[in-house]
């Protein structure tokens, strides 16, 4: 499995940006796509989630209303919609793959970072002060 982030880059604030994450490798029927962040000096912190088959999305509360995931399984890619960006949204933001699980549910997997196997190379989002 494979995933490839892009998109990220130097904004200002309240601009917009819209990062892809390209999966290949294998079918991901039955997996969760996340984003996740890291922001130096912290820890990596979900930020938003869609399963693949129903496109059920999860979102942290920090993007909730700025931020819009979603998918197109015919280009095996997820996107992630950035608006009205802040300063402290500035972070590495990186991509992973959830496998499918009979014993967990996608409301437990889906925020947690050692429920996904696969991940992708981060892209820097960049938001001055």
């Known amino acids: 499995v494979q995933l490839q982030a892009s998109g990220g880059g130097l904004v200002q604030a309240g601009d917009s940006l819209r990062l892809s994450c390209a999966a290949s490798?294998?079918?991901?029927?039955?997996?969760?796509l996340g984003w996740f962040r890291q922001a130096p000096g912290k820890e990596r912190e979900f930020v938003s989630a869609i399963t693949w088959n129903s496109g059920i999305t999860y979102y942290a509360d920090a993007v909730k209303g700025r931020f819009t995931i979603s998918r197109d399984n015919a280009k095996n890619t997820v996107y992630l919609q950035m608006n009205s960006l802040k300063a402290e949204d500035t972070a590495i933001y990186s991509c992973?793959?959830?496998?499918?699980?009979?014993?967990?549910?996608?409301?437990?997997?889906?925020?947690?970072?050692?429920?996904?196997?696969?991940w992708g190379q981060g892209t820097q989002v960049t938001v001055p002060a």
């Open positions: 490798g294998r079918t991901f029927s039955g997996y969760i």
């Open positions: 992973a793959a959830s496998p499918p699980s009979s014993a967990r549910s996608f409301s437990y997997r889906h925020s947690r970072s050692n429920e996904y196997d696969y």
